[in-house]
T-cell receptor, first 117, second 114 residues
Framework: AQKITQTQPGMFVQEKEAVTLDCTYD???????LFWYKQPSSGEMIFLIY????DQQNATEGRYSLNFQKARKSANLVISASQLGDSAMYFC??????????????WGLGTSLAVNP | DAGVIQSPRHEVTEMGQEVTLRCKPI?????LFWYRQTMMRGLELLIY????????DSGMPEDRFSAKMPNASFSTLKIQPSEPRDSAVYFC????????????FGPGTRLLVL
């Protein structure tokens, strides 16, 4: 079963508007971390934001925020005031903390975001 | 601070040749990961090291692939012999470990095997 689900293969947003990219996860581990990465067309993978399962507040990093709804097992990325440079592929990933020495991330398949001028 | 450094950035080779990809992790990071990304299969973890020791190589496709980490500042991924289906972007990432364990990626090596 997929542990990270990104249901939106592609999204469009108008420049300067906000956009939400969905991510749901499945784990029985009470301790876990959730990550979002951006991959522009140039190919590099850029870390955006992190949310720990015990964090009391939703994570924010500049124009990025994470809408963390633990009961629903969702960790949606919100990008405010979209810019043309936000056009990229966005990946959600999870690391289960109590997986012992296992430091692997479990990755979603990604959402392609296009920002229209 | 310098990020993860990978070389070469691009590699074009012929089937059957040996390919060596190199990675220098961020100083102080104790985990290193090798990924492969293709359109068909997405992002796949090939192998990762913790404190220079290979922990999980279950993603290594076959014996043609090998990876080493002789010290904390250098790792190689070798393909011998290379095949056209190995064409992909290979990423190296490093992580400082707990508590957050964020992985920071290098720019990738674009490999084309003809």
């Amino acid at each position: 079963a997929q542990k990270i689900t990104q249901t939106q293969p592609g999204m469009f947003v108008q420049e300067k508007e906000a956009v939400t990219l969905d991510c749901t996860y499945d784990t029985s581990d009470p301790s876990y971390g959730l990550f979002w990465y951006k991959q522009p067309s140039s190919g590099e993978m850029i870390f955006l934001i992190y949310q720990g399962s015990y964090d009391q507040q939703n994570a924010t990093e500049g124009r990025y925020s994470l809408n963390f709804q633990k009961a629903r097992k969702s960790a949606n990325l919100v990008i405010s005031a979209s810019q043309l440079g936000d056009s990229a592929m966005y990946f959600c990933a999870m690391r289960e903390r109590n997986a012992g020495n296992n430091r692997k991330l479990i990755w979603g398949l990604g959402t392609s975001l296009a920002v229209n001028p | 601070d310098a990020g993860v450094i990978q070389s070469p950035r691009h590699e074009v080779t012929e089937m059957g040749q040996e390919v060596t990809l190199r990675c220098k992790p961020i100083s102080g990071h104790n985990s290193l990961f090798w990924y492969r990304q293709t359109m068909m299969r997405g992002l796949e973890l090939l192998i990762y090291f913790n404190n220079n020791v290979p922990i999980d190589d279950s993603g290594m496709p076959e014996d043609r692939f090998s990876a080493k980490m002789p010290n904390a500042s250098f790792s190689t991924l070798k393909i011998q012999p290379s095949e056209p289906r190995d064409s992909a972007v290979y990423f190296c990432a490093s992580s400082p470990g707990r508590p957050q364990e964020t992985q920071y990626f290098g720019p990738g090596t674009r490999l084309l095997v003809l």
